[in-house]
């Protein structure tokens, strides 16, 4: 629908505003539809926006496919949906992933109110009044419901400047001699976990890195490595487009360790509730969607 969108508005950047996206995610999108082509479907410059042959040929297929999409759509009904939500995610992901969808919700049902706590800690569901939390760590049992919608990488970066100027570190250990910058608020180092040894049997091993740049916001500490002051370790959907656009650099890939599962938690009862349930709904494949897209930006830098 977005290459549709696109073609119809002239450009990406309005495609994606008309369907609640960012213009990097609506790129990635018909990147991805080229990928799964084979072949290029659109010319873009700052200026204009064109189709190539094949482009022409997909734009028909599209184009007739939402035609008997909305032939067999039911009726619209009026939006039954009303009450609140409360939502519960870490910051950078809440204000990243979670946010955007989020604001499409509340466009498109009216009645429905949220409330967003993007906290970097656990929150105890039912004691604090929430219905659904983001959760980027492997679950404890419980009596939640939890539905996983892709997985997230720890990685190292930094901006190309800064390794121009101090060289790449070939090692964990090469970072003894390079400039860090860590979240802890102490400022007196952080234990960073690599993945040691042969590729079939890697062990986990924590080393402690001297950080001569400490702050406690992910969001400055990532706006530092642009800048060139030093290597950080960072969640993959944090720094995705950074990478993809050159901003930053992946390094010591080779060691990083296994990806995390990213689940959304709930309590099967609370599920029940409409607004509850029609918000699992929209944000399960969104999320998946876009966690996909990270995956495959990191297996390509």
């Known amino acids: 629908m977005l290459f549709v969108t696109a073609v119809e508005d002239g450009s990406l950047a309005a495609a994606a505003k008309r369907h609640g996206r960012s213009p990097a995610a609506a790129t990635r999108a018909v990147t991805l539809l080229e990928r799964y082509a084979g072949e290029t479907l ?29 032939e067999i759509e039911p009726e619209a009904a009026e939006d039954p949906l009303q009450g609140g939500i409360v939502l519960t995610a870490p910051e950078l992901f809440g204000r990243l992933q979670v946010m955007p969808l989020l604001e499409v919700f509340l466009r498109d049902h009216p009645q429905v109110s949220a ?25 404890p049992d419980s009596t939640m419901t939890a539905i996983k919608v892709g997985e ?4 190292l970066c930094a901006s190309p400047d800064y390794l121009a100027r101090h060289g790449a570190p070939a090692t964990p250990q090469d970072l003894d001699h390079h400039d860090c910058i860590g979240l802890n608020a102490a400022g007196d180092g952080e234990l960073w976990p690599f993945a040691i040894g042969p590729e079939q049997s890697k062990r986990m091993r ?33 720094v995705a487009e950074d990478i993809a656009a050159g901003r930053l650099v992946r390094v010591l890939p080779k060691f990083e360790p296994p990806p995390t599962p990213a689940h959304l938690v709930f309590h099967p009862d609370r599920a029940k509730r409409g607004v509850l349930r029609a918000f699992i709904e929209h944000a399960v494949p969104t999320l998946k969607r876009e966690l996909s897209v990270t995956a495959m930006t990191m297996q390509h830098h």
């Open 42 to 70: 659109m010319l873009r410059s700052t200026r204009k926006l064109s189709l190539t042959a094949a482009g022409e040929r997909h734009l028909a297929i599209w184009r007739d496919v939402l035609a008997r999409l909305r």
């Open 115 to 139: 409330r967003v706590l993007m906290v970097n800690r656990v929150i105890d569901l039912i004691s604090e009044g929430v219905d659904l939390a983001v959760r980027l760590a492997p679950l």
């Open 152 to 155: 997230v990488r720890a990685l």
């Open 206 to 238: 924590s080393l402690r890195v001297h950080t001569r740049l400490s702050v406690n916001s992910a969001a400055a500490a990532i706006d530092a490595a642009r800048r060139g002051h030093g290597v950080i370790r960072a969640r993959s959907y944090q």
